[in-house]
């Protein structure tokens, strides 16, 4: 029963995801704890672990929309990084969103987050029971954290 509760929490949006700096800090703190000058396994960037692809795709909508862009050398720069993460959760919600023909859960969008949109809707069917053990303990961390 506590297990099919868990399923529900992580898939069922109770209400519609906000991109707020509550959120947009629940990502860093599960990311790296904070912690700016972060470097993950495969080169990732700062408290968001911010990879090359992300950011690139970050600079591409900012270029669309007449802002000014930045080196991925400034995931490292809390104030940038910051701006490039809520950019990034808001193109991932809407990606994720028309992937899943429906609003995605918090869970959800830390899934595609931390797997890609494709690789989570695509490579784990949508589901947060077909992702890592490690993508479904920071789901729970984050989740923790928002409450």
Same mark, same amino acid.
């Given at each position: 029963?506590? %297990?099919?509760? =868990?399923? &529900?929490?992580?898939? =069922? /949006?109770?209400? *519609?995801v906000?991109?707020? /700096?509550? &959120?947009?800090? @629940?990502?860093? $703190?599960?990311?790296?704890?904070?912690?700016? %000058?972060?470097?993950g396994k495969a080169g990732e960037k700062g408290a968001w672990q911010f990879g090359k692809a992300a950011w690139a795709d970050c600079n591409a909508e900012r270029i669309k929309m007449g802002k000014p862009? $930045?080196?991925?050398?400034?995931?490292?720069?809390?104030?940038?990084?910051?701006? $490039? *993460?809520?950019? $990034? &959760?808001?193109?991932?919600? @809407?990606? =994720?969103?028309? *992937? &899943?023909?429906?609003? /995605?859960?918090v869970g959800e969008l830390y899934a595609a987050y931390n797997c890609g949109v494709? @690789?989570?809707?695509n490579g784990h069917d949508g589901k947060i029971s077909k992702c890592p053990a490690t993508?479904?303990?920071a789901i729970s961390k984050l989740i923790k954290y928002l409450k």
């Open positions: 029963m506590k %297990k099919i509760m =868990l399923l &529900l929490m992580f898939t =069922l /949006p109770a209400k *519609a906000v991109i707020n /700096p509550q &959120l947009i800090d @629940g990502f860093a $703190y599960i990311e790296s704890n904070f912690n700016d %000058k972060a470097i862009v $930045y080196h991925w050398s400034k995931a490292h720069d809390r104030r940038i990084a910051s701006d $490039y *993460a809520h950019l $990034y &959760l808001c193109l991932i919600h @809407g990606r =994720l969103w028309k *992937a &899943l023909d429906r609003e /995605p859960s494709n @690789g989570f809707a993508t479904q303990n």
